[in-house]
């Protein structure tokens, strides 16, 4: 199980919208719709933003977004606040069971 | 509401063995399957595997294969992740994760794992 693939960085200024993509291939990402997004602060318990591509849980702002195209990916954060500042991380099953992405520091400048 | 509470930082020796405990509360145990997932320092999360609390069903990520076992006690809804063998590799924090389908929902608070003769 290779780990997707992320940008290790991105930045936006308040109020802008950033996206993270997430690549992998047709036996993770491509195969099936179980792409989750977390985001994970240092010392605390990962927190789930995005699953099944697109879906967002109970409390969740309606400003993160998901998508998928093919075997990537993506997350898209709108109207950028700086409590968004974090390290995101992306997921998908796969035969075998579940992968994670390298994870993506995002900066809110 | 939903928890999953770990148990406390453990140190070991290299070629020993570690066990680390996940208590859940809030939910039937039974019903969602528990995942193990770590983050070694300055590196991102790494699946090792989940089991289902009901039938104690597992499966391992290839990496951990043999290394690895996941158990439960039903009457204490506690799961549990033994690994063995370790190396300073396995230095990581450690989380269980309750999950819904592949998504996990619900995460322990870590346990910090440290390797070192």
């Known amino acids: 199980q290779s780990a997707l693939t992320q940008p290790a960085s991105v930045s936006g200024s308040p109020g802008q919208s950033i996206t993270i993509s997430c690549t992998g291939t047709?036996?993770?990402?491509?195969?099936?719709?179980?792409v989750s997004w977390y985001q994970h602060h240092p010392g605390k318990a990962p927190k789930l933003f995005i699953y099944?591509?697109?879906n967002r849980p109970s409390g969740v702002s309606t400003r993160f977004s998901g998508s998928k195209s093919v075997n990537t990916a993506s997350l898209t954060i709108s109207g950028l606040r700086a409590e968004d500042e974090s390290e995101y991380y992306c997921?998908?099953?796969?035969?075998?069971?579940?992968?994670f992405g390298g994870g993506t520091k995002l900066t809110v400048l | 509401q939903v928890q999953l509470v770990q148990s406390g930082a453990e140190v070991r020796k290299p070629g020993a063995s570690v066990k680390v405990s996940c208590k859940a509360s809030?939910?039937?145990?039974?019903?969602?399957?528990i995942n193990w997932v770590r983050q070694a320092s300055g590196q991102g999360l790494e699946w090792m595997g989940w089991?289902?609390?009901?039938?104690?069903?597992?499966d391992y990520a290839q990496k951990f294969q043999g290394r690895v076992t996941n158990s439960r006690n039903v009457s204490i809804n506690t799961a549990y992740m033994e690994l063995s063998s370790l190396t300073s590799e396995d230095t990581a924090v450690y989380y269980c994760?309750?999950?819904?389908?592949?998504?996990?929902?619900?995460w322990g608070q870590g346990t910090l794992v440290t390797v070192s003769s």
């Open positions: 994760a309750r999950s819904v389908s592949t998504d996990l929902d619900y």
């Open positions: 997921s998908s099953y796969t035969r075998g069971g579940t992968v």
């Open positions: 809030g939910y039937t145990f039974t019903s969602y399957d």
């Open positions: 089991m289902n609390p009901n039938s104690g069903k597992t």
């Open positions: 047709s036996s993770d990402i491509g195969g099936y719709d179980s």
């Open positions: 099944e591509v697109s």
